[in-house]
């Protein structure tokens, strides 16, 4: 019997394939939502690259009733991200803004929803948020504001209506 069920975004990155690893020599039941297969998983969910932040919320909902049904989870945990750095004035400034956002901001944003409806009462989402954001990150204005786009939604999610079970 596993000791409990926790869904890992961004599981086949470096530190997602960590977390799954050690949750799994835990005893722990663990999902993976990535862009390719993390083959220690117990489920993976696989979301296309191109897809709108909209098409990968449907997929995912889709794909974790069809693989949790009625049960629900005791932790979401978002480790999906990168980093791009750049000022305005760099030439991959808008590209990689693009990036960071679609990399961290996204993937938060679909954790936290699935938070809202598969995690159990008194469960945990885990958000990754970084220091740098708390001040000015010229040298990489992409990933500072994706940064502090997370450690805002991390404040109104903890907001008692905030949306959370």
Same mark, same amino acid.
């Given at each position: 019997m596993?000791?409990?069920k926790?869904l890992?975004?961004? +599981?086949? +990155?470096?530190?997602?394939s960590t977390c799954?690893?050690?949750?799994?020599? &835990?005893?722990?039941?663990v999902?993976s939502?990535?862009?390719t297969?993390?083959?220690?998983?117990?489920a993976?969910?696989i979301v %296309?690259?191109?897809a709108t932040?909209?098409? &990968?919320?449907? &997929?995912?909902?889709? %794909?974790?009733?069809?693989?949790?049904?009625? %049960?629900?989870?005791d932790a979401?945990i978002c480790v999906?991200g990168?980093w791009? +750095?750049?000022?305005?004035?760099?030439?991959?400034f808008?590209?990689?803004?693009?990036?960071?956002?679609?990399q961290?901001?996204?993937s938060?944003?679909l954790a936290?929803?699935i938070?809202s409806?598969?995690?159990?009462p #008194?469960?945990?989402?885990?958000?990754? +948020?970084?220091k740098a954001?708390? #001040?000015?990150?010229p040298?990489?204005i992409?990933?500072?504001?994706?940064?502090?786009?997370i @450690? @805002?939604?991390?404040?109104?999610?903890?907001?008692e209506?905030g949306?959370?079970?």
């Amino acid at each position: 019997m596993a000791a409990g069920k926790v869904l890992v975004y961004g +599981g086949k +990155g470096a530190l997602g394939s960590t977390c799954i690893s050690l949750l799994s020599s &835990q005893k722990y039941w663990v999902g993976s939502i990535d862009l390719t297969k993390n083959e220690n998983a117990n489920a993976n969910v696989i979301v %296309e690259r191109d897809a709108t932040i909209l098409e &990968q919320e449907s &997929q995912i909902f889709k %794909e974790l009733d069809s693989v949790l049904g009625s %049960e629900k989870l005791d932790a979401v945990i978002c480790v999906a991200g990168g980093w791009a +750095g750049g000022s305005s004035s760099s030439n991959d400034f808008v590209k990689n803004t693009d990036l960071m956002l679609k990399q961290s901001v996204w993937s938060s944003v679909l954790a936290s929803s699935i938070a809202s409806k598969f995690l159990k009462p #008194g469960g945990i989402l885990v958000l990754t +948020g970084a220091k740098a954001a708390l #001040g000015p990150t010229p040298g990489m204005i992409g990933y500072g504001l994706a940064k502090a786009a997370i @450690h @805002h939604l991390t404040k109104s999610l903890a907001d008692e209506n905030g949306g959370l079970p």
